[in-house]
């Protein structure tokens, strides 16, 4: 077994046996500390892959024993495979990654769906970004990596679907990612200042304060791709910038990643408004769930308006998740299902 201080790991060595028809699968990983992670507290790691591929896996050691179909097997040692590499690198293996890594499983050696993207072949591995603090971040689904080559592409892209698809935080860590390389020379982070009938007069504090509530996700994901000191030295000098979406008006946004959240509850005059800031050399990435609008009764989402009026105009992407897209938790995979099967006709 190879020291983990080398300072050239070798890639993970895997024996594998099958038997003639090809049913069995045994994969001898050389670290077993690494195996551990990539197995999970408990083998939960495991126990998901059997869930998700109908196969049945043994654990014993730094070896895994694989029993199913030819297809399911080959799968599952994809996925392992994956995993250990992922763990290799120096990650914890969280669910999360387990269901990308699954996903991706699936996609090696297939076309992507013809309703994701005409122009792509096969295509061996999801997209990624990356920035200083987190390193490498892998799309977990075919959406996403449609979601992250689109904002490569594109100068505005929208972005529909329901909460915990991961919209919002690949929109922020693709803005950061832009900002480390130099391609714009700031961030802009909106939302619109309307939740659930909450108006901010009825808020304490300076205006300031009165907002901050309103776009606490966005902070939250800027925390996640860059060091904290970077991001208050950032919001001081203007590097960084997060307001309500009012604050826009009159503005031109040059050499800027501008990323407009919640955009549900943006009235279609605040939409058009939003989309004619957008200036020389800038970016702009536009999110939000039409199923979840804030809005007043009858009143018609600017998101909505905007996504059929545009989509399809050269230099705009527009990508939509579904229920089965949702990376935060299986139990909220469910909800968001049982809701979209009860809007259904």
């Known amino acids: ?54 196969v049945s896996a043994n654990a014993n050691g730094n070896h895994v024993t694989i029993k199913g179909t030819s297809e399911a097997c080959e799968q599952a040692r994809r996925v392992l495979e994956s995993l250990y590499e992922l763990g290799r690198r120096g990650h914890s293996v969280t669910l999360g990654d387990v269901d990308g890594a699954l996903e991706e499983g699936v996609l090696q050696g297939s076309l992507f769906p013809k309703d994701k993207d005409k122009e792509e072949g096969p295509r061996a591995s999801f997209d990624q970004i990356g920035t200083r603090k987190r390193g490498a971040v892998r799309a977990r689904n075919a959406a996403q990596d449609l979601y992250l080559r689109l904002l490569k592409r594109h100068e505005l ?4 679907g329901p909460a915990g698809t991961g919209k919002t935080w690949l929109a922020v860590g693709h803005a950061v990612s832009l900002l480390e390389q130099g391609v714009v020379e700031r961030l802009i982070l909106s939302r619109p200042a309307v939740e659930a009938g909450e108006r901010l007069g009825f808020l304490p504090g ?9 776009l606490r996700p966005i902070y939250d994901a800027l925390y996640d791709f860059m060091d904290g000191r970077i991001v208050e030295r950032g919001l001081q000098t203007g590097m960084i910038e997060v307001a309500p979406l009012a604050f826009m008006r009159g503005r031109t946004l040059t050499s800027a990643c501008v990323l407009l959240d919640e955009a549900q509850n943006a009235t279609s005059m605040q939409m058009k408004m939003f989309l004619t800031r957008l200036g020389e050399g800038s970016r702009m990435i536009i999110t939000g769930d039409p199923t979840q609008t804030d809005l007043p009764p009858g009143q018609k989402s600017g998101l909505s308006e905007a996504v059929s009026l545009l989509t399809g105009l050269e230099g705009i992407g527009h990508v939509r998740f579904t229920g089965a897209d949702v990376v935060r938790h299986d139990l909220v995979r469910r909800i968001v299902d049982a809701y979209e099967g009860k809007a259904a006709p």
């Not at 195996?35 to 126990?47: E, K, P, R, T, W």
């Open 206 to 214: 300076d205006m300031r304060e009165k907002v901050d509530p309103y």
């Open 157 to 160: 892209v929208f972005a529909e």
């Open 1 to 54: 077994m190879r020291s983990p201080s080398q300072t050239r790991p070798e890639p993970p060595r895997l024996r594998t046996d099958r038997n003639a028809d090809a049913s069995e699968i045994t994969l001898a990983f050389e670290d077993n500390r690494i195996a551990s992670n990539v197995f999970g507290l408990y083998d939960q790691n495991i126990a998901k892959i059997e869930r998700r591929l109908d």
